[in-house]
């Protein structure tokens, strides 16, 4: 493998979202900035005896309106669908031509890649379902595969079977920009977006891609991603106030609210930005990733990976905790991580851990899971560019073990220069990001 | 800053041809074929009823006694890469928690893992008395499913499934807290990941890494979605031996099966300062994407193909010339073959029609995430014993396929070899090996 010399420095120059504030990056600032909840009752399925009866849906949204071509995309799936609105937003801010295949901005399309953090799609439930039905004998409490098989040939379709696999995210992200360089689709629980960007950061770092087409796209709001999260307790049961059930470092606390979207960046060499003309809205300065390695169940007690992740993304960046002005955290609304997350930042940041900003943009937009890093990224992004930092809403209890400053309630207007992002993941992945206001001078 | 080199110091594989590296490469060359009808469940009234299954374990025979409770989380695919993790982490010599926690010599905060995974499919079998308090009037009821049906399911049950959990278990028990990734590209999955680890170390973010990947597609859901994208090959179940022929002028489509496959990476500099065996040397990674509205399929001329290959050649600093190996990705279905055939030709010229080619799934059937790392371990053992087998089933080529498709086998030196792969969505793949100088070390 070559051998470079060079590092590249790498760029934001564009953004799009598809969240439930809203289906554009001004829509989820401006939620962010008047604390507006995206949750509410489930209506993507009857909901209504699970145990958590609410959520954070993607609301009134249709890919068709936001591309031109969707006759090539017909029958994908929500995480899909949102992808391709907020790509579509990214590129035109990027000066990113999609939907030809003669583009005229001069952009090399093997010099183009991806890196989503994308999950699966929905289930064909009915068929799903049906099929477990015909081939369930109660009384060997065994299956009788062939009359499954029967009802599943019939019943299921090949598109929506294919349109749930995790990759076609970057299939249509790609059919949709004419992307030819690297590109990968991760999935690492909630932490996959924010992984995607930090290893896309890295490819155009090593001189593989000058573009870079980042973050994440994902819904698990289906009966059985429902299903699941329930079954671990890991979701509010908050079904009396959904607005309210999103409280991360509060007292009161109960869980996750779940939500989806899709939120891209456009990564690019400075060389490729600069070259183009095109406007730079903030630098990726570091990225660090590492593991747990402790128990698929929790998070290791003392944020042992976390830790190592944040120390790995400021080595990365060259620099200190006394440069960070802001740390977006992964901040979920659980019991486990909230604290945890707390006694890390504390580790890493010591005695100035009491005095910078942390806060929880899940309060408002709830978890995107998949999705949610990239999101978290942008709103990091437009708090450097607007001067300010995003509130934690909801919290009106604070829990009292839990003693930052989570910038409660209302946003702050404060000069931001660089931000800390962070997001974990079932099973003990850590992957943080550090953005930095881009300036021409290192 | 100078990349590092990247040597792979280790090798596992559990596949249709046995549980060890040793097994698969004593089937490969005696050209015994693991593909069957399928035994782990009935598959009468599938258009394919073959598989390739990887024969009889006993999990707990292949897990730390400290860690054998984790075993009731492990969904098939965690249990094929925890073996093969475990092969490739003995034979490289490197002593992880998991072999021997009183002589570990390796750093665990410089040990990454990139494992490659497919959309894990759930057991039917498990969600039956779930499903059946489920019913009324004979369909499947979403409101009984929501009070009853959710009671009737093991509390653990998503984390059996989340595609991540494949590397968190291996690294849980190698105590693996470096760098995590797991990359979600369908059958271009392990050459990806591969991939990025070797960058990862060449970057300086680890000294070692466990790269490849696994899948179970031994599943009902998964054999329906691959035979209602027409890509399995139907009207051969009476022939298994012969039913999957890539390249081959009568293949009519592929073969799914399960496997895990895992290389042990290292730093050239930290292979030698341990004075390890070097099995072979990565030198080039190439990566783009197939463009193409039939998503199911690779477009017609191969250029994702033929993009990958060129960059990866670019990456290693060889020409045509250099290579004695391809393995190609060749799943047996017509048109996909054909596209690679032509990519691979677009990209190495009259080269292409020389150069020994040797496809792998006419015996290891398709095995989604884990086969790309098959065929890499089929390589390195190929280099190191300096014999390449002749391809399974292939007789003559399919119409315009040119590439020198091995009917018998031959012997001799091998100084470089090209893996490529390619997978429904798009993504595209190739990976460059370089024998090690000197040889290995026996």
């Avoid at chain 1, 995210?169 to 992984?195: D, E, I, K, Y």
């Avoid at chain 2, 007789?395 to 429904?424: D, W």
Wanted: hydrophobic share 40%; charged share 20%.
């Amino acid at each position: 493998m070559k051998t470079s010399e060079t590092r590249e420095r790498v760029v934001v120059t564009g953004m799009g979202v598809v969240c439930p504030l809203g289906h554009d990056v001004g829509a989820m600032w401006e939620g962010i900035l008047s604390g507006r909840s995206g949750a509410n009752r489930t209506t993507i399925f009857d909901a209504s005896t699970f145990p958590t009866t609410f959520d954070a849906e993607v609301k009134g949204y249709d890919f068709r309106k936001h591309i031109r071509h969707p006759e090539l995309h017909e029958g994908c799936s929500r995480g899909s669908a949102f992808v391709l609105g907020a790509t579509a937003q990214a590129c035109k801010q990027a000066g990113i031509e999609a939907e030809t295949a003669q583009p005229t901005d001069g952009i090399d399309r093997t010099r183009m890649g991806i890196y989503l953090g994308a999950g699966e799609g929905s289930l064909d439930n009915e068929s799903f379902f049906g099929c477990i039905i015909a081939g369930w004998d109660a009384e060997q409490q065994r299956m009788v595969w062939p009359r499954s098989t029967r009802v599943a040939m019939d019943r299921m379709t090949a598109v929506r079977e294919l349109e749930q696999e995790p990759n076609m995210a970057a299939g249509h992200t790609a059919m949709l920009t004419g992307a030819r360089g690297p590109v990968r689709s991760c999935l690492t629980a909630c932490a996959a977006s924010t992984q995607a960007v930090g290893e896309a950061c890295m490819i155009i770092r090593r001189g593989d891609a000058d573009i870079m087409i980042a973050g994440g796209a994902h819904s698990m709001i289906h009966p059985l991603g429902i299903t699941g999260f329930n079954l671990l307790t890991a979701l509010s049961r908050r079904n009396d106030s959904p607005e309210t059930a999103s409280r991360p470092f509060s007292g009161s606390r109960d869980g996750f609210v779940i939500g989806e979207g899709a939120a891209i960046l456009i990564l690019e060499s400075l060389a490729s930005a600069r070259k183009r003309g095109v406007s730079i809205f903030a630098e990726i300065a570091g990225y660090g990733c590492s593991s747990d390695a402790f128990r698929i169940t929790d998070m290791h007690e003392e944020g042992r990976g976390a830790v190592l992740a944040m120390h790995a993304a400021l080595a990365d960046a060259g620099l200190t905790t006394d440069d960070i002005d802001y740390v977006n955290t992964h901040g979920t609304s659980t019991a486990e991580n909230d604290s945890i997350e707390t006694l890390a930042i504390k580790t890493v940041f010591k005695d100035r851990a009491h005095r910078i900003p942390v806060s929880s943009i899940k309060s408002m937009l709830g978890h995107l899971i998949g999705a949610a890093g990239a999101a978290e990224i942008i709103a990091s992004v437009l708090a450097i560019r607007e001067g300010v930092v995003p509130p934690t809403m909801n919290l009106h209890d604070p829990d009292p073990k839990l003693d930052l400053d989570y910038v409660p309630n209302a946003p702050r207007k404060m000069p931001i220069n660089t931000v800390m992002k962070e997001s974990f993941g079932f099973g003990g992945q850590n992957n943080v990001v550090i953005l930095k206001r881009f300036r021409e001078e290192t | 800053m100078t990349s590092a080199r990247v040597v792979i110091t280790g090798l596992g594989a559990v596949s249709p041809l046995g549980l060890t590296v040793d097994e698969m490469w004593a089937g490969l060359t005696a050209g015994r074929c693991g593909i069957a009808r399928i035994q782990a469940f009935d598959p009468t009234g599938l258009p394919c009823e073959l598989g390739g299954e990887v024969p009889p374990y006993r999990i707990q025979d292949h897990v730390p006694k400290a860690m054998r409770k984790a075993v009731k989380l492990m969904c098939r695919d965690i249990e094929l890469s925890v073996l093969a993790a475990r092969e490739a982490v003995a034979s490289s010599g490197l002593i992880t928690k998991g072999i021997d926690p009183e002589k570990v010599n390796v750093d665990p905060t410089r040990f990454a893992i990139n494992m490659g995974a497919g959309m894990i499919s759930c057991d039917l079998e498990e969600l039956g008395p779930a499903t059946a308090v489920s019913v009324t009037d004979g369909q499947f009821d979403l409101h009984k499913w929501g009070q009853d049906g959710i009671r009737q399911i093991t509390p653990l049950w998503l984390l059996k499934y989340l595609p991540n959990m494949l590397a968190c278990h291996i690294g849980i028990i190698h105590d693996i807290q470096g760098p995590s990734n797991t990359i979600t590209c369908a059958e271009a999955s392990s050459h990806l990941a591969i991939g990025e680890a070797a960058q990862i170390i060449a970057r300086g973010n680890a000294d070692v890494a466990l790269a490849g990947g696994a899948e179970a597609k031994i599943n009902l859901m998964v054999m329906v979605r691959q035979n209602l994208l027409c890509r399995a090959v139907a009207g051969r179940n009476d022939a298994p031996d012969t039913a999957c022929r890539p390249f081959d002028a009568q293949a009519a489509g592929a073969v799914f099966g399960e496997a895990a496959g895992v290389l042990t990476l290292e730093s050239l500099h930290h292979a030698r300062s341990r004075d390890a065996g070097i099995l072979a040397e990565i030198v080039g990674i190439g990566q783009s994407h197939s463009v193409h509205p039939a998503y199911a399929r690779m477009e017609p001329d191969g250029a994702g193909i033929r993009i990958a290959v060129e960059k990866a050649m670019a990456d290693a600093g060889i020409g045509p010339e250099d290579l004695d190996l391809i393995v190609p990705h060749g799943t047996a279905v017509p048109q996909d073959d054909l596209a690679e055939s032509r990519g691979l030709e677009a990209a190495l010229g009259s080269a292409a029609r020389r150069i020994p080619t040797w496809p792998t799934k006419g015996q290891l059937s398709t095995t989604g995430a884990a086969a790309g790392a098959l065929d890499v371990v089929a390589v390195v053992r190929a280099m190191n014993e300096r014999l390449i087998p002749p391809a399974k089933n292939f007789t003559r080529p399919v119409e315009g396929c040119n590439l020198n498709i091995l009917t018998e086998r031959r012997q001799g030196a091998i100084r470089h070899a090209l893996c490529c792969s390619h997978t429904f969505g798009g993504q595209t793949a190739a990976v460059v090996l370089k024998s090690f100088e000197g040889g290995a070390r026996q």
